[in-house]
């Protein structure tokens, strides 16, 4: 007996187990009209964290007396930022270098003249308030390249997810604006997609290794305000 087999299960058969099927979905009808909305919620916070870079260059005739140098005083940076309360997963280190330094003169060849070695680090601590012992401590053990602070927050989800709701308020307020100016009145939400979000933390500055240690552990960082946003983009039907 000879069967006959529809397209569909012809297709059926020639498709892989498991493999996926690409559908077509109906656009969505709507009667009245679309209004597309742009809208940016924002909150503030007070920095709770701040980043510190801080490093050891040191240079020497050979480059193995340029490491061991430099391995010498990274140790002693490193014990001083224990005894000051950071904890291990908050030192990161975050580039070593090694590099030849020549002396250069008109009319000759450069002449090597020995080696340079760095080390940096990334320091996280999140009491502010410690930075200037902090400073203190990295300059007294040698450190002689810092960058920063770079103040920022912890964690920035729950200040987004409070920046999202209210992008989403002034989303709805625009809506109601605009349909109450022509008459109409919002009837629902036809999509909404973030668009964008900025979570900036704050810049970081170099400082200045001329101060003393004694001026560093002085020096007092104002954390100030900073600024989440997020931006959405919402569609409404009007009618």
């Not at 030192?91 to 030849?100: E, K, M, R, V």
């Not at 987004?160 to 100016?181: F, H, K, P, T």
């Amino acid at each position: 007996m000879i069967r006959t087999m529809t397209l569909a299960s012809l297709l059926a058969l020639s498709i892989p187990a498991g493999a996926a099927v690409a559908q077509t979905l109906p656009q969505q009808v709507i009667s009245g009209t679309r209004l597309d909305v742009v809208a940016t919620g924002e909150v503030t916070r007070v920095p709770d964290i701040a980043r510190i870079s801080a490093g050891v260059v040191t240079t020497a005739p050979t480059a193995t007396q340029a490491i061991a140098e430099n391995n010498r005083r990274m140790a002693s940076v490193r014990e001083a930022l224990k005894r000051a309360g950071i904890a291990d997963r908050d030192i990161q280190t975050s580039s070593i270098n090694l590099n030849p330094e020549y002396r250069y003169e008109e009319n000759r060849a450069p002449v090597l003249t020995g080696y340079r070695a760095s080390n940096e680090v990334s320091i996280r601590f999140r009491d502010i308030a410690e930075t200037g012992a902090i400073l203190d401590a990295l300059v007294a053990q040698g450190a002689n390249t810092i960058n920063g602070p770079m103040l920022g927050l912890d964690k920035p989800e729950a200040a987004m997810d409070e920046a999202r709701v209210e992008a989403l308020r002034i989303a709805r307020q625009r809506a109601d604006l605009y349909a109450q100016s022509l008459g109409k009145r919002v009837t629902r939400i036809l999509s909404v997609s973030e668009s964008g979000s900025m979570y900036p933390p704050m810049p970081m500055m170099q400082m200045n290794m001329g101060r003393s240690a004694e001026a560093a552990a002085d020096m007092k960082i104002d954390p100030g305000e900073q600024t989440i946003a997020v931006t959405v983009s919402v569609s409404f039907e009007l009618q």
